[in-house]
């Protein structure tokens, strides 16, 4: 039996939130270990499911509480290659609303320097090209209802610097 384990793929998982303000700008997040902002979210905890992880690192991360709900899973994004990470990582972004781009926010100061809202053409100067893929089909996702899976071939980090 263990032959079998030692051969399926394993994979990390993650929960982001897509959320946006009255004037559909994205809400992005500068993590400090990180080169590039992102989504809001995080690595899903052994026991949780991805909506769980998502509704928790919206809380720990921005102190949204009661402002935020996580709705619809809008996009499943397969990412290979990324830099110290021996595995692949499987992304689940959710529909979180939208927000008054007024609403306070508290950061997580252990992990967030700064936090921002970004139209698409802004936010592609500070995502990483596969985040930014994943933003654009998530905008896309809310716009139509539909799910969207990115795999590996349209969601690879192309570099470091993109």
């Known amino acids: 039996m263990s032959d079998f384990w030692d051969t399926v793929n394993r994979v990390i998982t993650g929960a982001a939130a897509y959320i946006t303000d009255e004037h559909g700008r994205v809400l992005l997040v500068d993590p400090n270990y990180r080169d590039h902002w992102t989504f ?20 720990e991360e921005l102190g949204l509480e009661v402002e935020v709900e996580v709705g619809a899973l809008l996009t499943v994004a397969w990412t290979d290659g990324l830099p110290n990470i021996p595995y692949s990582l499987v992304t689940f972004t959710f529909d979180c609303g939208e927000i008054a781009s007024d609403t306070p926010i508290t950061l997580q100061a252990e992990e967030l320097d700064d936090y ?20 654009l089909a998530t905008a896309a996702a809310r716009d139509s209802g539909r799910l969207t899976y990115l795999p590996p071939a349209q969601n690879r980090l192309i570099s470091q610097e993109g």
């Open 40 to 59: 809001p979210g995080g690595m899903i905890d052994a026991g949780e499911h991805p909506a769980q992880a998502c509704a928790r690192e919206i809380a």
């Open 116 to 135: 921002g809202f970004f139209t698409v053409e802004e936010a592609e100067q500070r995502l990483a090209s596969h985040s930014y893929q994943r933003l």
